[in-house]
């Protein structure tokens, strides 16, 4: 009986040791920048414009908890973003998601920016349309330095 | 009673610059001269009057009267007494009272000087200056009023300017006190002179709204408030590289700028602004873009109010916090007049601001010049639209959504490397001018070659340094493609304008025997506007190498050590060595820890004391423990958001290569500003003909 019970006595503790290990091999706990490379990517759903890697608020802790657990359960980074997204909306993202009118947050300046180049290209063209008077020519061409040099010279008696 | 006569103040100023106003409209349309005179002289009453009333706040202030509401919210009584002055802008209604204080000096300033051959512009500088310090003093009084204060009623504590029925006056034990994270030397600098900035660009608007009224189409208006213009740049540079400074010592996240639209409001008018100095010099050299920079001064002064706004209106915390501020919509109505008035004159003067020059060439400085104003505008538009873009998305949609660093970054990003390249390049053309007999009988494209080739002459030699430095990373084993272009376009560009400077001074020294210091002092005084720009472009290299550095090569980690264990980064070891609790004399609970640097072959650095202060109303400040190089920081946290204990501590560790070029650069960057608006003897301007015919190869264009 005695024999027995010692057989199951070790046999429990092998089995505990056993599973122990195996749950070891599995939850290596995340490293603090584990957590902080995804929390970098999102921001403080209360306070505003403050990424959640370096929010002192102690709801911001309990949210890198939060990552925290669900990297040790196995989660990935686009499920975290995604769960944080379902839970307080898209203005946890550093940036709006690319979808719906969302997108013209990232179309307008582009649109804007060609415009102001077609704007600057015109310029180009209308400024060098000859005006009615056109100036007359007064130097005759020279070679550098010795115009460079004449050029300095010039100014600087000029601001004299 | 102090306060009923502070507000008395504020309300005789506010009446003086509406009389200033009236005085001046009527003086101009009666043609009276002497109304136009009493309209600058009650102008000139502003100052004094609003010196008045903020020593009278400062001096309640001082004497912690906490009856007053805004003593209360931003004072307590273990603050030191400097602090106690510089809260006079810690809170929104002192810092409006400061706001309209300033902008009475400069328009003093302006007024004082002489007018002879100005007149017909003196009404509306007064008109412009006096509207605008008449807005802001109405903020004041109407609903941001500093010299409120506390009443006890029968329903309990209530602020107000007039005193309640049946109330008496109620006076707090001690006030709530300044932010914490205000009580630092770059917060206490940094309002003054964003807030300086501000208030100069209003100088050069109103020149330019009198000009359009006026109808003068001449650069008279450019050149009497080229000075003002640098002046407003210089202080909203300073303003901005202290609120950078402020924020890498005291936010603890390890940088800089953050792309916060509250910085972002600040930053709109200097990229305006900057391109405003820029194209200035084209039409005071060639009479062309006179249109454009009457565009620039307008969105300059609007971006200046819409950057007050933004920041003072709660409009970014949610629209919805803007629509109940009393002052937002106030706000908002203004700049809607003022920028609807001054495109409807500029509209109507659009015929007669002609360009008088021609452009020859797109290599030709003005081409340039034009390029560089758009990498400017294409930056301000990044910018309002990122920061705009979320108050429309909630009010569209209802929720908020956040536009952060990757917006602005990925999309700025490529445009300040181009304007870096650019920043060298473009000096390059005032050379570059090719002298040919006449210009009309050329083939364009011909021209463009030659321009291009003459650019390309001077541009071979200081390629040369740019090219080693780009093999030199390449050898250091840098491969992120973004850093290589930028600083090699760094290089570049400061090579060129180094290059600039030697080519220069060489060439004097030679041709006067001056040696080369000498020589390049001279060329300094006399063209102080190139060599302090070229000075100036050099600040910017090294700030530009300073970002490229921290933005692209930052790297951090984050672990809690037990004492002696210690965390690695970047090749340096970080030893947790102790810790210790205690409290300071101005109610701080300080913790701070004690680590040991080491570098990579084990050799001991340094000691640094990385700590977190706790102020007496429980509000908590990171103030890291930084070892600083040229070559990097070690910028260690303790960071207390993680609970820290005797035995075990948080600690996250920033490396940040190259990040004190941003603050050495800024020095060289203030130091050209100054060469460039240093003082110097007026000149006479050119008469438009002369300068029509003799600008297009005025040598240094």
């Not at chain 2, 400097?82 to 204080?101: D, E, N, P, R």
Request: with cysteine; net charge neutral; proline share 5%.
């Amino acid at each position: 009986m005695k024999k027995k019970l010692a057989v199951l006595i070790l046999l429990l503790i092998a089995s505990l040791v056993w599973v122990g290990s195996a749950n070891a091999q599995d939850t290596t706990p995340p490293t603090d920048d584990e957590v902080n490379a995804i929390a970098k990517q999102l921001f403080c759903p209360v306070c505003e414009n403050t990424p959640l890697d370096v929010c002192p608020t102690e709801a911001c802790k309990q949210w890198r908890d939060l990552i925290r657990l669900k990297l040790s359960e196995g989660w990935t980074e686009e499920q975290i973003k995604q769960y944080f997204v379902d839970q307080y909306g898209a203005r946890v993202l550093a940036e709006p998601p690319r979808q719906g009118w969302y997108w013209l947050i990232y179309i307008v300046p582009v649109a804007l920016l060609l415009v102001g180049l077609y704007i600057l290209f015109r310029a180009y063209q209308t400024m060098r349309a000859p005006l009615a008077e056109q100036p007359a020519e007064t130097h005759a061409p020279t070679g550098l330095p010795d115009e460079y040099l004449r050029r300095i010279e010039e100014e600087l008696k000029k601001r004299n | 009673m102090l306060a009923d006569f502070g507000f008395g103040i504020l309300l005789i100023a506010f009446l003086t610059a509406l009389y200033s106003i009236g005085a001046a409209l009527y003086g101009h349309f009666s043609r009276r001269q002497k109304w136009v005179e009493s309209a600058r002289l009650a102008m000139l009453l502003t100052f004094p009057l609003l010196t008045l009333a903020s020593l009278t706040l400062i001096y309640l202030l001082v004497i912690g009267d906490f009856n007053i509401r805004f003593v209360y919210e931003v004072t307590s009584r273990d603050m030191p007494t400097y602090l106690k002055i510089t809260a006079l802008w810690g809170g929104q209604s002192g810092s409006l009272l400061f706001w309209s204080w300033l902008m009475s000096l400069f328009a003093t300033a302006v007024t004082l000087r002489k007018w002879e051959r100005d007149r017909e512009f003196l009404p509306w500088v007064i008109l412009v200056s006096s509207i605008t310090i008449a807005f802001f003093l109405s903020l004041n009084i109407f609903f941001e009023n500093p010299f409120q204060r506390f009443w006890q009623t029968f329903q309990g504590v209530e602020p107000a300017t007039f005193r309640p029925a049946n109330a008496i006056p109620f006076t707090a034990e001690e006030g709530r006190g300044l932010n914490p994270l205000l009580r630092h030397p770059g917060m206490v600098i940094h309002p003054p002179m964003l807030y300086l900035g501000f208030v100069a660009y209003v100088i050069p608007y109103a020149f330019a709204i009198a000009a359009l009224i006026t109808g003068r189409a001449d650069d008279r208006w450019i050149r009497l408030t080229r000075r003002w213009s640098l002046t407003a740049w210089l202080f909203l540079s300073l303003g901005l590289v202290l609120g950078g400074r402020w924020a890498y010592d005291v936010l603890g996240w390890g940088g800089y700028w953050a792309w916060d639209p509250v910085e972002i409001a600040a930053f709109m008018p200097w990229l305006t602004g900057t391109a405003f100095l820029h194209s200035v010099m084209i039409q005071e050299k060639r009479g062309m873009l006179k249109r454009w920079n009457m565009i620039l001064i307008i969105l300059t002064y609007s971006l200046v109010v819409f950057g007050t706004f933004l920041t003072r209106s709660g409009v970014l915390s949610s629209v919805h916090a803007f629509a109940q501020s009393e002052i937002g919509p106030a706000f908002f109505i203004f700049i809607g007049i003022t920028l609807v008035t001054s495109v409807a004159l500029l509209i109507y003067r659009w015929d007669s601001l002609q360009a008088e020059g021609q452009m020859h060439s797109m290599f030709s400085r003005e081409a340039l010049f034009l390029l560089n104003n758009l990498l400017f505008m294409g930056i301000l538009v990044i910018c309002f639209w990122g920061v705009i873009s979320p108050l429309i998305s909630e009010l569209i949609t209802g929720q908020k959504v956040t536009v952060g660093p990757p917006y602005y970054e990925r999309a700025a990003g490529p445009l300040f490397a181009l304007l870096v390249l650019l920043m060298g390049i473009a000096p390059l053309s005032a050379w570059g001018h090719i002298t040919l007999k006449n210009l009309a009988a050329q083939n364009s494209l011909e021209l463009e070659k030659r321009y291009a080739l003459a650019i390309a002459r001077l541009l071979w030699k200081p390629a040369i340094p740019a090219l080693l430095v780009l093999i030199g990373l390449l050898i250091a084993g840098i491969t992120n493609i973004y850093a290589l272009i930028g600083l090699t376009f760094a290089a570049l560009t400061a090579s060129i304008t180094i290059y600039e400077f030697w080519r220069a001074a060489r060439a004097r020294e030679r041709a006067q025997g001056e040696n080369l210091l000498t020589a390049l002092w001279r060329l300094a005084g006399r063209n102080r506007r190139r060599y302090g720009g070229y000075t100036i472009h050099l600040g910017v290299i090294l700030m530009a190498i300073g970002i490229i550095g921290i933005e692209m090569f930052q790297s951090e980690t984050q672990k809690s050590l037990a004492v002696g264990e210690n965390i690695q980064l970047a090749g340096y070891t970080v030893r947790y060595d102790s810790l210790a609790q205690f409290p300071t004399n101005d109610g701080r609970w300080v913790t701070r820890a004690v680590v040991s640097v080491f570098d990579k072959n084990g050799q001991f650095l340094t000691e640094l004391y990385p700590r977190y202060d706790v102020y007496a109303d429980g509000q908590p400040m990171t103030i890291p423990g930084v070892r600083s190089t040229l070559a990097d920081d070690l910028y260690v946290l303790l960071i207390n958001w993680e609970g820290v204990t005797a035995q075990v501590a948080p600690f996250k560790v920033y490396h940040n290569p190259l990040v004190n070029w941003l603050w050495l650069g800024a020095f060289v960057f203030i130091f050209g500003t100054l060469i460039a608006a240093w003082p110097e003897e007026e000149r006479e301007p050119l008469p438009t003909q002369a300068r029509k015919t003799k600008a297009i190869y005025q040598p240094g264009d």
